[in-house]
T-cell receptor, first 112, second 113 residues
Framework: GQQVMQIPQYQHVQEGEDFTTYCNSS?????IQWYKQRPGGHPVFLIQ?????EVKKQKRLTFQFGEAKKNSSLHITATQTTDVGTYFC????????????FGKGTHLIIQP | DSGVTQTPKHLITATGQRVTLRCSPR?????VYWYQQSLDQGLQFLIQ???????AKGNILERFSAQQFPDLHSELNLSSLELGDSALYFC????????????FGPGTRLTVT
């Protein structure tokens, strides 16, 4: 079945440093979604990417979808303590039979 | 607040027992998804229902079952519970199907002793 790998598993940064998490799928995706889960909270939808090579920005967050639609990245510029949490990518390959496949997430830990 | 509600918030039960988790989707959402989140396995998709019908199946054990009722709320039934079933169980909903963003509920933390 479809697999979505996400790296790194943990990332420690100093406040103000940049952060990037990478997502790779074993199959071509129809779309990819990104979610954020704060400690003790539930996943919250951030964005969906659909087109090959798509780049979307949300303030300090930049999301990219690879040309082959098999990989994606999330980059945060100048991290703040409010960015703490786990960032998940979730890929949908279409067809509906397998649902959305989540990566294991990247835990972002920020040291003030 | 995502608009998705889940009950109960916490559940402690013994091995071999059976429990039912309940989820009410956001108003207007037709799809309901169930996920299991444990420390070592991340977020595992269990099953999806769309407008009362099973739509997609993930890594759901045979001891687990779910259904979606005419009012669109859903229940996840877990039976013959084992220690390894201890986890956070999330319900999510979306307008239609898999290509749409999902809204997660606050989760039910299940502890099997």
């Amino acid at each position: 079945g479809q697999q979505v790998m996400q790296i790194p598993q943990y990332q420690h940064v100093q406040e103000g440093e940049d952060f990037t998490t990478y997502c790779n799928s074993s199959t071509t995706l129809s779309n990819i979604q990104w979610y954020k889960q704060r400690p003790g909270g539930h996943p919250v939808f951030l964005i969906q990417l659909v087109k090959s090579g798509e780049v979307k920005k949300q303030k300090r967050l930049t999301f990219q979808f690879g040309e082959a639609k098999k990989n994606s990245s999330l980059h945060i510029t100048a991290t703040q303590t409010t960015d703490v949490g786990t960032y998940f990518c979730a890929g949908y390959s279409g067809g509906g039979a397998d649902g959305l496949t989540f990566g294991k997430g990247t835990h972002l830990i920020i040291q003030p | 607040d995502s608009g998705v509600t889940q009950t109960p918030k916490h559940l402690i039960t013994a091995t071999g027992q059976r429990v039912t988790l309940r989820c009410s989707p956001r108003s207007g959402d037709l799809s309901v998804y169930w996920y299991q989140q444990s420390l070592d396995q991340g977020l595992q998709f269990l099953i999806q229902y769309y407008n009362g019908e099973e739509r997609a199946k993930g890594n759901i054990l045979e001891r687990f079952s779910a259904q979606q009722f005419p009012d669109l709320h859903s229940e996840l039934n877990l039976s013959s519970l084992e220690l390894g079933d201890s986890a956070l169980y999330f319900c999510a909903s979306s307008v239609v199907g898999d290509s749409y963003e999902q809204y997660f509920g606050p989760g039910t933390r299940l502890t099997v002793t």
